[in-house]
Nanobody, 115 residues
């Protein structure tokens, strides 16, 4: 069983930055993608950024140029550096790990962008 532990959310002013971390405990075999989704109040959960096992990274159009996803293989951890944050980035951010036979989610971390 793999657990995903997220950290780094909080309250930030527009234009500010936050860095989210997601550490996967346990061994990860045959994972396909790992990354971040978010869900704003009253909206569906949407993908933010995902990294494949081969290292390919895909971003939602709404965050391109502002968010950067990175991975530390030795620590089984992914990071989401979020810069130039906007009020519309306010959401609960969820870490996700998908493999051939599993789909794990973190508990979510709140990001609020407000003055």
């Amino acid at each position: 069983q793999v657990q995903l532990v997220e950290s780094g959310g909080g309250l930030v002013q527009p234009g500010g930055s936050l860095r989210l971390s997601c550490a996967a405990s346990g061994s990860i075999f045959n994972f396909i993608v790992m990354g971040w989704y978010r869900q704003a109040p009253g909206k569906q959960r949407e993908v933010v950024a995902l990294i494949s096992s081969g290292g390919t990274i895909n971003y939602a159009d709404s965050v391109k140029g502002r968010f950067t996803l990175s991975r530390d293989n030795a620590k089984n951890t992914v990071y989401l550096q979020m810069n130039s944050l906007k009020p519309e980035d306010t959401a609960v951010y969820y870490c996700n790990l998908q493999g051939t036979a599993y789909d794990y989610w973190g508990q979510g971390t709140q990001v609020t962008v407000s003055s």
